[in-house]
């Protein structure tokens, strides 16, 4: 299965959704996304050759630095929790794309929202 979508269930699985219920909700999303189910993606031998073709590039790294840690890491790669926002790896404080912090407080691994 591509990468996207694998990516997609192992995140909401870790917000205490049920595994079919994490499959449901990604199937969704990556068809509103790429405009091809998961299980289509997965028999195109060439799915990043397939993207590129869509005009799906990949994203180049987007480095952002928290503002409550004042770490930097990679903001494309790290699972967005709410619109817009991600979980610091380093400290755990929801932040924004430009690393301001929006939820001044750490959640508990198991319950981001």
Not at 75 to 92: A, W
Request: glycine share 8%; hydrophobic share 30%.
């Amino acid at each position: 299965m591509p990468v996207e979508y694998t990516a997609c269930v192992a995140s909401v699985i870790k917000s205490g959704k049920s595994k079919d219920d994490a499959q449901r909700i990604c199937a969704i999303s990556f068809n509103k996304k790429f405009g091809i189910s998961p299980q289509a993606a997965h028999k195109i031998g060439d799915w990043k050759g397939w993207k590129k073709s869509h005009g799906f590039e990949e994203s180049l790294p987007q480095t952002v630095t928290c503002k409550s840690c004042n770490k930097d890491f990679d903001y494309s790669t790290t699972v967005e929790i709410c619109m817009g926002t991600v979980k610091c790896p380093n400290c755990g404080m929801i932040i924004n794309q430009e690393g301001t912090v929006v939820i001044e407080q750490d959640l508990p691994k198991n319950k981001v929202p």
